[in-house]
């Protein structure tokens, strides 16, 4: 069974599994349940970013993709998508580059950011 968290909560909780658990497959579900709470964009931000560095492709790729689904602020959005970018230079695996690729995108179209602002 699936508990249902308060935004804070499910941030506490669910970013500890995310920065701590030895198990890749627990951070990937904590990523993506991080993600599940889009309406408090900016918390699960702040909470999803560490897991950009992550050492598991799959981990990131739940990362990059919960970071693309969260109702943030422009300026937010500028944020996320310049560190997406910036950890898509040294992204090795396939799976996480097309997770990320497909996220960039998906913030461009939710923000309709114009070029100029995406340097």
Do not use: W
């Amino acid at each position: 069974m699936i508990d249902i968290l308060a935004p804070h909560k499910a941030a506490a909780e669910l970013g500890s599994i995310l920065r701590e658990s030895p198990e890749a497959a627990e951070r990937r579900k904590a990523a993506q349940g991080l993600g599940r709470y889009s309406a408090e964009g900016s918390l699960m931000s702040r909470t999803l970013l560490p897991g950009l560095q992550d050492e598991s492709p799959e981990v990131r790729a739940a990362v990059y993709l919960s970071l693309a689904n969260l109702n943030v602020t422009l300026k937010e959005a500028l944020d996320i998508f310049r560190k997406i970018r910036s950890r898509l230079r040294t992204e090795e695996d396939f799976k996480a580059q097309e997770a990320g690729e497909r996220a960039l995108q998906l913030i461009r179209t939710a923000q309709s950011m114009p070029e100029e602002d995406l340097q």
